[in-house]
C-alpha cells in the first residue's frame, strides 16, 4: 500500500469546492454521505478516486484479508468528512494526521469472532466432522443453552443492565424466541476466524462456500443423489409440495395433483463418505484451502470447485414426462425441466474453463484436448474424450446463442461426472506431475499436445 498515493487522491477530493444545487443532487453526483454534521457530494470522477483510493489500500494484505470494502469506505468517508471541516489551509496536514490514525489503528480493529451458519439439506451421521477451521456439526439444545449463556453473562456484567434482571431476561428470551431456536436440530457450520465483525463475516462465508464446495466435488452422483442439493441456508431452494388444479373444460373430470420441488431427501455425511472423500483427496483440497496466500494454480482449481458446486446446487424445479425433442423450428421448449439443466450444464463448462483456459484461447479444442490429458495416457482413450468434449461444447453453443436447446439428464449426469474425474485427478497428481502453478500446468499440458501430435504423424 502507497501512503503517499493515498494522500496525493485525498487531496483531489478534499481540495475541490463546488456550489450545490437541488438539480446537481438528481444527476450530477455519484457518492453523496454525512458524517461529522457535514453532508459531502462527489462528482463522478471524484467517485472513481474514491475507488481507487479503496482499492490501494485493499492491496495491504492485512487490510485484504481482515476488513471488508464496507469498512474501509466508511472509514475514507470519516477521513474526508473529518479533512473539509477544516479550513482550506489546514486541510494537507489534516490528511496526513488521519491517515496515520488509520493506519495506526488497524491492528485494534481486528477481533476473533465465531460464526454459526445453518446449513439446508444436510444430515450428519456423525458427530462432528472438523475441515481446516469449520466444524460442521447438529444445533442441539446444549449448543442453543451455551450461546444463550454467553449473551446473560455478557449483560450482567455491563454495569448499565447488571441490576436490570427484567431486561436481561426479555432481551435473552427475544434472542431465544427469533434467533437460536430456529437453529435446533439443524445442521451447523461453525468457523472461527479474525477480522472486523463484517470483514470476518464475508470472509467466513467464502470460506464455507469452499468448503462445502469441496464436499460436493466428491459427492457420489447416481439417481438417488441428483436432488440432494444442500449449502447455506436461505441459498438452496427448500422442499415442498406445490398443489396444481386442473378439470375438463365440460366439467366432466378433474385431475388435482401434488409435486414435490427442491430436494428430495438429506444429503448424508457418514464415516463411509468420509473415508471416500480422503481417498480421492480431501486432505489435498483442505491445504490449499487453508493457505492464505494461494498459487495461482490453486486458485485456479478452487474457482473451478466453485463452479461445479454451483451446478451440483441448480435445481430441477418440474418434473415433464414428454421428453420429446425439440425441432430446430421450434421458438420456446415446452419442456421447461431442461431449462435447469441447461443452467446445470452451462456452469459444468464454466468449470472446466476455468481450471483449463489460460486467457483468449480456443475453448474448444483445449477443453477437449486438455481433458483428455489429465484423464489418461492412452491415444484411443483420448481421442474418445476429446469427441464427447467437442459434442458437449457444441450443446453449450447452441444453449447460450440458440436458447431452446433440449439438453437431457444423462447428458447432464455425463458431464458432471466427466467434470468431477478432470479436478479430482489433477488434485491427486499434479505433485507427482510437478505442477505447481500455472505456468508450470501449461507446459505439462503443451508437452502432451506436441506429444500426441508427432504420434498422429506416424
Known amino acids: ?91 494537507e496536514e489534516k490528511i496526513k494526521n488521519e491517515i496515520d490514525i488509520f493506519l495506526q489503528s488497524i491492528n485494534s480493529k481486528i477481533k476473533e469472532w465465531v460464526f454459526i451458519f445453518p446449513i439446508e439439506n444436510l444430515k450428519l451421521r456423525i458427530r462432528q ?65 479474525k477480522g472486523t465483525l463484517d470483514g470476518a463475516r464475508q470472509r467466513a462465508l467464502r470460506k464455507l462456500d469452499i468448503v462445502l464446495g469441496i464436499i460436493k466435488l466428491f459427492a457420489p452422483l447416481g439417481t438417488d443423489s441428483a436432488k440432494s442439493y444442500f449449502g447455506l441456508f436461505g441459498e438452496i431452494i427448500p422442499s415442498n409440495l406445490r398443489s396444481i388444479l386442473s378439470y375438463k373444460s365440460d366439467k366432466t373430470e378433474f385431475h388435482p395433483r401434488m409435486e414435490r420441488t427442491g430436494y428430495l431427501y438429506p444429503y448424508e ?59 430446430d423450428t421450434d421458438s420456446i421448449s415446452e419442456e421447461s425441466e431442461f431449462f435447469s439443466l441447461g443452467d446445470k450444464f452451462l456452469k459444468l463448462i464454466v468449470s472446466l474453463e476455468c481450471l483449463l483456459i489460460f486467457g483468449r484461447e480456443n475453448k474448444k479444442d483445449n477443453i477437449s484436448r486438455r481433458s483428455s490429458y489429465i484423464l489418461t495416457d492412452s491415444y484411443d482413450q483420448r481421442a474418445e474424450i476429446q469427441k464427447y468434449l467437442k459434442e458437449a461444447y457444441d450443446v453449450r453453443s447452441k444453449i447460450v446463442h440458440e436458447g431452446g436447446y433440449v439438453v437431457s439428464r444423462e447428458e447432464t449426469r455425463k458431464l458432471m461426472l466427466h467434470v468431477q474425474h478432470v479436478i479430482i485427478t489433477l488434485v491427486r497428481f499434479r505433485n507427482r506431475w510437478k505442477i505447481k502453478n500455472n505456468e508450470d500446468f501449461y507446459q505439462w499440458l503443451e508437452k502432451h499436445r506436441l506429444r500426441d501430435r508427432l504420434r498422429s504423424k506416424r
Open 1 to 91: 500500500m502507497d501512503k503517499n498515493k493515498i494522500i496525493s487522491k485525498l487531496k483531489n477530493i478534499c481540495f475541490s469546492t463546488k456550489k450545490i444545487s437541488t438539480q446537481d443532487l438528481k444527476t450530477k453526483y455519484s457518492k453523496i454521505w454525512t458524517r461529522e454534521g457535514i453532508a459531502v457530494f462527489l462528482e463522478k470522477d471524484e467517485a472513481l478516486i474514491f475507488n481507487d483510493i479503496i482499492k490501494e489500500i485493499f492491496s495491504d494484505p492485512v487490510i485484504y484479508q481482515n476488513f471488508s470494502v464496507s469498512d474501509i469506505e466508511k472509514e475514507l468517508q470519516e477521513i474526508i468528512s473529518k479533512v473539509l471541516s477544516e479550513q482550506m489551509n489546514k486541510r
Open 269 to 327: 455425511i457418514d464415516k463411509k463418505k468420509i473415508k471416500t472423500m480422503r481417498k480421492y483427496g480431501l486432505r489435498l483440497l483442505l491445504d490449499i484451502e487453508e493457505k492464505n496466500e494461494k498459487t495461482d494454480l490453486e486458485t485456479r482449481i478452487l474457482n473451478s470447485i466453485l463452479w461445479y458446486s454451483k451446478a451440483f446446487d441448480t435445481p430441477i424445479f418440474r418434473e415433464i414426462e414428454d421428453t420429446r425433442l425439440q425441432s
Open 129 to 193: 466432522l472438523k475441515l481446516n477451521d469449520i466444524i460442521l456439526y447438529r444445533f442441539t439444545r446444549y449448543c442453543a443453552n451455551n450461546y444463550l449463556k454467553i449473551i446473560r453473562n455478557n449483560l450482567e456484567q455491563n454495569p448499565n443492565y447488571r441490576n436490570n434482571r427484567q431486561f436481561i431476561d426479555q432481551f435473552v428470551n427475544k434472542i431465544k424466541t427469533h434467533n437460536v431456536s430456529r437453529l435446533l436440530d439443524k445442521a451447523c457450520a461453525e468457523i472461527k476466524i
